[in-house]
Each structure stands twice: as C-alpha cells, then as structure tokens.
C-alpha cells in the first residue's frame, strides 16, 4: 500500500506524471524570453536595481490574481472528473499508441498541480525578493546578482504562463472525449 500511495500520490508522483521531458520542452520558450529580456537589460538598462524592482511588482501583481483563477479552473476540472463521461474515459485505453483515457486525466491533472507550484513558487519568491531588495543592501556584485535574479523571475513568470498552452490542450482533449463518448 505504502508504493502504491508513493507512486500516485504527492510530490514525487505529481513530478513523475509530468516528467523530466515535458519540463524540459516547456522550458525552452521561458528560457529564451527570459535570455532576451536579460541580455536587453543589461544592453539597455543603466539601473539593474530598479528594473528589478519592476519585475517584482509585475509578479506580485500578476500572480495572486493568475493563481486564484488557476485553482478556480482546476476545483471545476475536479468536479468534472466525477462524471459519467470520465469514467468511460478511464475505461479508454489505445495499445497502438499506448495512449489510455487513464494517462489524459492523470497529465491534466499534473500540469495543473505543477502550473499552480511554479506559479506559487514565483509568488513566493518575488514577495521575499520585494522584502530584500526594499533593504537596499549594496555589495560589489549588486548587478551580477540582480540580472540573475531578473532571469529566475522572468523565465518563472514566463514558465507559469507559457505552460497554460498545455492545460489548455488538455482541458480540450478532455472536453472532445467527453463528447465523443
């Protein structure tokens, strides 16, 4: 029992559902946007300290609203996956392509949960970035750390934006089996 609630429930689980390769390829667009907006802001940008400082006022003002709508859609996505419907999905497996109705709610599931932790994580950090750069601490690195952390924010930002694309499709898939069904 212990394996089974290990393999399908929690962290590690939501993790594996997802996977090392889906995360690879959904980081590749926030790594380059995140890459340019960096490479413009120190190209461009005279104050690395200010221009953090938006970035985090950005996040912290995108973000709460961003992830009250994410848990809003995913609490209407648990109430759908008690249907009738779902349940013949479940049922729906492809040995061809080794596709099942099963995998589709469990990667919908998965991008939902890490799409809320990324999105969480960025909120998180920004609030505690905000609170530390209010500080005004000033070492020799200051700009080398602050262009970093424009990246982390950026790419997080970008990441937890970019991944809806995935969600989107997924939430489709499920709406087209449900009819098909």
Not at 18 to 39: C, E, K, M, Q, R
Not at 43 to 72: E, M, N, R, W
Request: charged share 15%; net charge negative; with cysteine.
């Amino acid at each position: 029992m212990s394996d089974f609630i290990d393999n399908n429930i929690g962290l590690r689980s939501m993790v594996k559902t997802y996977g090392w390769n889906n995360l690879l390829i959904d980081s590749i667009l926030p790594a380059i946007l995140a890459f340019l907006v960096t490479t413009a802001s120190i190209a461009y940008c005279d104050d690395s300290h200010a221009l953090f400082d938006k970035i985090l006022t950005l996040c912290i003002s995108i973000l709460p609203s961003y992830l009250g709508l994410l848990v809003a859609a995913y609490t209407i996505l648990l109430t759908l996956l008690t249907t009738e419907a779902v349940a013949k999905l479940k049922d729906i497996v492809d040995d061809e392509n080794g596709n099942s109705g099963k995998r589709l709610i469990r990667t919908l599931n998965s991008d939902f949960a890490i799409c809320i932790l990324i999105a969480g994580f960025a909120l998180l950090l920004s609030f505690l970035f905000s609170v530390n750069s209010s500080l005004k601490i000033d070492f020799i690195y200051a700009d080398a750390v602050n262009y970093l952390l424009i990246f982390l924010m950026v790419f997080l930002l970008f990441f937890s934006l970019t991944i809806l694309v995935n969600l989107i499709e997924n939430l489709y898939n499920i709406g087209q089996t449900t009819t098909i069904l």
